[in-house]
């Protein structure tokens, strides 16, 4: 069943701009990630939020998480035309869900030159 | 880019053929995935295998067979397969546990 629900699902913005994608989920998790796909490539972990954490950066990136909500946000600053990519979230639930993952659909993200 | 390596990148096949995708990861983990991603629909996990052990069938069609002969290899044997089985397969893989996953680049399955 579909866990993560990614807004929105396009967006375009120019190089330098920062950009805000965000993510629902429905039940209780463990952890929630966030990953980066290239057109039609594997896709590339950039960070994992547990859900003790609340906040967590990692280079340009930072991601929130509020349990409260079921809610999180990944931002990346001064974006670049590298950054063109979908991004998804993914959830992790409890112990009895071991490694198991579930993805949402997806933001398409553009950054124009 | 990863540690995660899968065979062949591009496949063809007509509905009767026989193929296999093939993944490898070299990063000591004991946990691998099949998962698979269809065009404007998410990530579909179709098998977790844990220690070789299969821990999990999301209700897959019997024409796709996994085998983990161990913690470094695993396969997804095809056969007869349809055209609404086109997509791109991917192979990840992990510490056993609430950890990051790691993905192979995917094969690219066309069924004609």
């Known amino acids: 069943s579909q866990q993560g629900e990614e807004d929105p699902q396009a967006l375009s913005i120019q190089e330098g701009e920062n950009a805000t994608m965000n993510c629902s989920y429905k039940?209780?998790?463990?952890?929630l990630q966030w990953y980066r796909q290239n057109s039609g490539r594997g896709l590339v972990h950039l960070i994992l939020?547990?859900?003790?954490?609340r906040e967590k950066h990692s280079g340009r990136l930072r991601v929130t998480l509020d349990t409260s909500k079921k809610s999180s946000s990944l931002l990346i600053t001064a974006s670049r035309a590298a950054d063109t990519a979908s991004y998804f979230c993914a959830t992790g639930g409890g112990e009895t869900s071991g490694s198991r993952l579930t993805f949402g659909e997806g933001t398409q993200l553009t950054v124009n030159p | 880019e990863t540690g995660v390596t899968q065979t062949p990148r591009h496949l063809v096949m007509g509905m009767t053929n026989k193929k296999s995708l093939k993944c490898e990861q070299h990063?000591?983990?004991?946990?691998m995935y099949w998962y698979k991603q269809s065009a404007k629909k998410p990530l579909e996990l179709m098998f977790v295998y844990n220690f070789k052990e299969q821990t999990e069938n999301n209700s897959v069609p019997s024409r796709f067979s996994p085998e983990c002969p161990n913690s470094s290899h695993l396969f997804l044997h095809l056969h007869t397969l349809q055209p609404e089985d086109s997509a791109l397969y991917l192979c990840?893989?992990?510490?056993?546990?609430?950890?990051?996953?790691?993905f192979g680049p995917g094969t690219r399955l066309t069924v004609t």
């Open positions: 939020i547990r859900s003790n954490e």
């Open positions: 990840a893989s992990s510490h056993l546990g609430p950890y990051e996953q790691y």
């Open positions: 039940t209780s998790i463990n952890n």
């Open positions: 990063l000591g983990h004991n946990a």
